[in-house]
């Protein structure tokens, strides 16, 4: 029996350090996912972007927006906001979603261009649709409002961190000692660079609990050498 729910439990919660508030005119406020991210998450579920799945620009316009008034009170023209619609499709079917960016608009310092609101409504496209897929859905059901709740998933999602990198720290240390108890003559320059990357992705820790043996393994093959 087919599980509906699989794909979205698997992609609604993405990492903290991908997310970051945002506030916009009006007041609004919310929580952005960073677009690369969720795409990177697409590619680990159906491979890279452009094969299995891709989204289509389908079509785009400039839409004419709220007045542009000046601190005077002199309306000098209307807002032109960029709006597109895509197509995600993805091996289950297709979506279609859109985005739209201010082309053209006022702010604290005048008028503005935006040039890059093409890419920007894209952007904004894109994830709209796969959120609708369960990414970072998390985020877009609010659940991202409350700071218990986004505290716990860092605290979770760093354990789990950590738990990989002991495990990797273990594994490498681990192969080195055997490779010293088997002769290899390459064990001391290998035993340096651990030393060396420790800090760059070796668990200090881990590193503290093997050095002492590893380091007798090193020397012992060295007089043998």
């Given amino acids: 029996m087919s599980n509906n729910m699989e794909l979205w439990d698997r992609v609604r919660t993405p990492p903290v350090e991908a997310t970051?508030?945002?506030?916009?005119?009006?007041?609004?406020?919310?929580?952005?996912?960073?677009?690369?991210?969720?795409?990177?998450?697409?590619?680990?579920?159906?491979?890279?972007?452009?094969?299995?799945?891709?989204?289509?620009?389908?079509?785009?316009?400039?839409?004419?927006?709220?007045?542009?008034?000046?601190?005077?009170?002199?309306?000098?023209?209307?807002?032109?906001?960029?709006?597109?619609?895509?197509?995600?499709?993805?091996?289950?079917?297709?979506?279609?979603a859109y985005g739209q960016t201010t082309f053209v608009g006022i702010n604290n310092h005048g008028p503005f261009t935006d040039e890059e609101a093409p890419k920007k409504s894209l952007t904004d496209a894109l994830t709209k649709a796969l959120s609708w897929l369960g990414f970072?859905?998390?985020?877009?059901?609010?659940?991202?409002?409350?700071?218990?709740?986004?505290?716990?998933?860092?605290?979770?999602?760093?354990?789990?961190?950590k738990e990989a990198s002991l495990a990797d720290a273990e594994t490498l240390l681990q192969s080195l000692r055997d490779a010293a108890m088997d002769g290899t003559p390459s064990l001391r320059s290998a035993y340096e660079a651990v030393k060396l990357s420790h800090g760059a992705g070796v668990v200090a820790s881990v590193w503290a609990e093997h050095a002492k043996s590893l380091k007798a393994a090193a020397d012992a093959v060295d007089k043998q050498s």
């Fill in 136 to 161: 970072a859905a998390d985020v877009h059901m609010g659940l991202w409002d409350d700071v218990k709740y986004v505290n716990g998933v860092a605290e979770k999602q760093a354990s789990i961190a």
């Fill in 20 to 96: 970051k508030p945002f506030n916009r005119r009006g007041g609004f406020r919310g929580t952005a996912t960073n677009a690369v991210h969720l795409i990177r998450m697409a590619t680990a579920e159906w491979g890279p972007m452009g094969g299995t799945w891709g989204v289509k620009v389908v079509d785009e316009k400039m839409a004419e927006g709220a007045p542009l008034i000046t601190e005077g009170g002199v309306v000098i023209g209307c807002e032109k906001v960029h709006v597109l619609r895509v197509l995600l499709r993805y091996p289950g079917g297709e979506i279609e």
